[in-house]
Every structure is written in C-alpha cells, then in structure tokens.
C-alpha cells in the first residue's frame, strides 16, 4: 500500500525510515540539551527539555515531507538524499527558534538549537550511509573474506561489478588492473588499482588470486584478446563480462559473469551503427521477418525491437522454433504488437492472408534452408524450392501490397556455388535483382558462417570433447569466415538501411579460419591440453567447398557509408525471358532428381560447379587463432 503525492512516496519501507527520523529528531533535540550542560542537565532544563521535544519532532516530521525525504530509498542513499536532510534540518531549526521566540518559552539554550541542527543530520546521515554500506557489502569487506579475484579493467564496468561482488561476499576484489596511466594507484570502491594488464602474473602471485574478471566491454577485440592471453599465461580461470551491446541497463552483475568462450577470442570489434537511420526507418512501421525463430530471424527480431516499429510479424514455419521465440518475447514489447504466423514461405495463400492483413512495409526474409551436406543429397529440389520458390512467393506478396523494401539474408555460398544450397541462394539473390522496383526495392546481404547458429560445427565438438573425443574434422585445410550473430543481425540492418534497390551488399568477414584451429581452441577452453582429446580428419561432405569465398571471380565490391559493410559493382539484371523461365521451372509439380536439379541450376547460373569430392588428408600443423585474426 502506498500513498503518493508530488512532494512523497509512502509505502511500509518509508514509514519505517520515517520512525527512525522521528526518534532521530527526539535524540538530537535531547543529546543538544545534554551537551549543553556537559551531560548533567538541571531540572528545570530537563522540563523544559521534554515540554518542547513533543511538538519539535512533529514539526520536524512535517518538513522532512515537504522536502522530499521520502522518494529515495535508503539502500541508494546519495548526495540528494544529503541535501534534503540539511534542507529539512536547517528549516527545521529556523521554524523552532521562530516558534520559540513567538511564544517566549523559556529555558531554551541558544546552544541547543545550533547542536541540534548539528546531530541530526549525523544522526539521519550516518544511518542511511551505514545501511547502504551494509547492503553493498562494504562492511563485509573489511573481514576480507572470499575467494580472491583481480578485475582487470578499472572502469565503469568494474566498478559496477564490484558493488554486485560485495554484496554476495562470495569473492574479495583484490586489486585492479588498468593500463591507463591516470587510473594508476587510485582506487574504485575501496579496491586499489595495482599496475597495468602486464603486471597480472606478479599481482596474481602476491594475491594468491586464481580467478581474474575481464571487465572491458567497451574496449577493442584486440586488447580483449590479449588479457585473455595474459589469463592463460598466468594460470588464472578467466570470466568475462558481456558487451555493451548485451547490457542493457548499462551496468554489471556478478550473474552476468561467464566463462571465456570461442566467441571471445574469435570476437571483432563492436559494430557502429547508424541508430538515428534505423529509428528512422524502422520506428513506427510493420516489420515481417520470415525464419523468425531460427538463429539469425530470432536475432533480427530482437534487434529490430531496439527501434520501436509499431508492429513486428515474425513468420516461421517450425512450431517448436516459434513457441521459443513467443516464449522470450512475449505478446508486447513496449509499444510494439506482436503476431506470430505459422507458415511455409512457398504458401501463396497463407502469405496473402499475411501481407493483406497486416501490410508490412519491411521485409526481412530470413527463412532458408542452409545444410549443405543434407540438401545435396536427396533433398536438392527441396533446398531449390523452399530457398529459392519461397523467395519468389514472398517478394510476390511485398510487391502486391506495397512494401518498401525487402531485405534477403544471403550468404557466401553462393559465389562461385559448389552445392546446390548455395547454388539455390544465388537464384534467389538473382531474382531479388529482377523484381527490384522503384515501389518496392530489394537488396541482398551476404555473410558467412555465424558462430552458435543452428549446423554450426561447435556445438557439435563441444559434445566429442565431453565425450572425451574424438573430436573430427572434414579437412585440415577447411577454412570459413566466422562473425557472431548479433554482428551479423546489426550489419543486415545497416546494409538494408543503406540499399536504394538491386544491390548486393557484403559483409566485412575479416580473415577466414581454419576448422581445425577452432576444434584446438575448443579443446584447451574446455580444459585439456592438445594431446589429450584426439582430432580425426573424415574428408569433405558433399557440397563442401576447402575455401568459402565473399566474391565471385568476376564481382567487385565497393565501399560503403559503413567500414564493414561493401557493396558489389551493380550487374545487369536478368532479362525478362530468363525470369519467366525460371519461375515456370521453379513453380513446377514434377518431383526433379537431384541431377536434373544440378543440371537445371548449372543451366541457370553458369558459376556453379558441384563441389567434387576430397579425400581425407593426414593432420597438418594447428594454428593458433590469434595469428589468422592478427590479435594482439
């Protein structure tokens, strides 16, 4: 229960902070008269004491209302909390030496007023400190108990985490370490700072430290990586803290600590983004991503909701998949309306119903299917109808009911196409080119693999390694480019900002990496040296290329307004007759072999060549990550 106004906020927790001011007022207005006279205060004081301390503390009580004491709350007790008692006190004594010359009372030291306008901002002040201090955890500091960590970083972030640590009392922050020369021998929060990165493995010694906390959100991946190093170096089990990106209150708790993971020491720099474009676009508008419960649909969904549009349709064929999403999501996110569709993208009814309904303006489409092995086989004109048909029935419906732009997730497997998925995502980029309009326009975003997205290969060997391995490779030479997805969703979002209709846009990858670096890097993460779990080399699957590649031989790029976004050089669309063509093909009931696919799509794009098998090669020497991304 609680009773709000413009000046106060009362609920139980106040009315208890209000009794202790109370007994405060009554303490300070006694211990001042007590003072006075050295502790031994004539009777003739003492009635006088006690006449006036009955209608002091109710007036009292009324300007400790009036100027606000009660908004705050005490575990959070700040320097306006400071400045409202020595309102409330300085009022407070001003209206009792005014009542007392009004009426002539007697027997009122001067003294006592000046004491008690003193004591009780002690004693409401100190209290609120002391209880502050103790829900933090400052005073069960001062036992130094807990397991010693050092936080290295010297921050925002650090000193956030602190506070959460000592609340728990779990671990004792030793020492910080920053290599900011102002932060050198200062403090936060009580905790020294002790040296800089460098200065780890000595600290560490001196402290008996074992766990180190990386607590640099906000700096470059470079310098990220090398305190990771610097961990491993000196035998410290390394936690980190998320990205900015990730914290969205803009603080850290010890609950959002975690492990260093594979996406830490493959990590790149935060991705800047044109947020003022974006709300622009984005804010106030319906919103429909197709594939919304797979990995990158998920990710949109979530990203595009920083942005406000007025509606977000997320449209996903798995139950399953959608039932997660809904279940993170909820029916509202803030402003925005939710709708959750099942459906088949090929589903020209359903879409219908979809788009008349709720009339998106963008159209992310991120729905495919994306296993290259397990489309190349048996499945190709499925990969070729759901991939490239449900393109086609989507932007269908975008254009018939007035989107502005549709956005495809494509991917570096369709330059140069060895399998028939990647083959089926470059007709469906070809044909976005062809239904580009001045309505409508369509561009295509390319990138590579995504670390934790569903078929990635580290979940795969994180379960060998607890099996205790093996742990098996395709090649030794097999190379792919890897991003995150939050960096993959935010780029897609930039490259659709900036697309004025018909380009495809390519996605900064950085350097490609060996597989098997990345089963090594695994392996020493999940703690285990590189003898210990066996690496078995079972050669390519079908469809597998040794090198991925962003560009086809007879493409180029050029920049963009963003560093990491490029854009290739505009290409004819194809003509009218190839487009009609294709979609007879595509529309088509027959049940197509998997030759008569590849032979139809060779046909229709002449860069795709099936990849031709290759057998398993003997181990090749691993490569720390570090040297393929130029870490520092």
Known sequence: ??????????????????????????????????????????????????????????????LLFWTGMYRGLWRY????????????????????????????????????????????PMLMGGSRVLYRAWKEGYLSRLSETGE????????????????????????????????????????????????????????????????????????????RRRAMD?????????????????LVSGKVSISQLRKVELDDLLGRDPVKLDNAGLMQWLQGKTVLVTGAGGSIGSELCRQILRFAPAKLVLYELSEFAMYCIEQELGPRHGATQLVYVIGDVKDRGRLEQVFAEHRPSV???????????????????????????????????????????????????????ASVMGASKRLAELLCQAFSNERTRFVAVRFGNVL?????????????????????????????????????????????????????????????????????????????????????????????????????????????????????????PRGYAWVEATLRWLESDAAYSDEAVRAALRDRIPEYRPAEPVAPQPVAPVTDIREVRGAV
């Open 148 to 223: 010693p960590v050092i936080i290295l970083g010297a921050g925002s972030a650090a000193a956030s985490l602190i506070k959460s640590v000592n609340r728990l009392g779990r671990w004792h922050i030793v020492a910080l370490l920053d290599d900011d020369p102002a932060k050198q021998h200062r403090e936060i929060h009580g905790v020294p700072v002790l040296g800089k990165l460098d200065d780890l493995p000595k600290v560490a010694k001196e402290t008996a430290a074992r766990t180190a906390v990386i607590a640099m959100p906000g700096q470059t991946h470079g310098v």
């Open 363 to 417: 159209v992310f489409h991120a729905a495919a299917y994306k296993h290259v092995p397990l489309m190349e086989m048996e499945n190709a004109w499925q990969a070729v109808r759901n991939n490239a048909l449900g393109t086609v029935r989507i932007a269908q419906a975008a254009i018939a009911h007035g989107a502005e732009k549709f956005v495809l997730i494509s991917t570096d497997k369709a330059v140069n196409p």
């Open 1 to 62: 229960m609680s009773l709000s106004g413009t000046r106060f906020s009362f609920s139980w927790r106040n009315g208890l902070a209000f009794i202790h001011d109370l007994a405060a007022a009554a303490a300070a207005w006694m211990l001042g008269f007590a003072m006075r006279f050295n502790f031994d205060v004539p009777p003739e004081f003492q009635e006088a004491m006690l006449a006036t301390v009955v209608w002091i503390v109710p007036l009292q009580a009324v």
């Open 230 to 246: 610097l961990c491993r170096a000196a035998g410290l089990e390394a936690m980190t803290v998320p990205a900015w990106d990730d």
């Open 77 to 120: 007790a700040s320097l306006t909390d400071l400045r409202r008692i020595l309102q409330a006190t300085a009022l407070g004594a001003l209206a009792i030496a005014s009542v007392i010359v009004l009426l002539r009372i007697e027997r009122i030291p001067r003294t006592t007023l000046i004491l008690y306008a003193i004591l009780l």
């Open 452 to 572: 934790g997205s569903t078929g990635c290969a580290i979940p795969k060997f994180r379960k060998q390694i607890a099996a205790g391995g093996p742990v098996t490779v395709t090649h030794p030479e097999v190379r792919r480019y890897f991003m995150s997805i939050p960096e993959a969703t935010q780029l897609v979002l930039q490259a659709g900002l900036m697309g004025q209709g018909g380009e495809i846009f390519v996605l900064d990858m950085g350097e490609p990496v060996r597989i098997v670096d990345l089963a090594r890097e695994l392996i020493r993460l999940s703690g285990y040296a590189d003898d210990e779990i066996e690496i078995v080399f079972t050669g390519l699957r079908p469809g597998e290329k040794l090198y991925e590649e962003l560009l086809a031989d007879n493409e180029t790029t050029l920049p963009t307004r963003h560093e990491k976004v490029r854009v290739m050089r505009s290409e004819t």
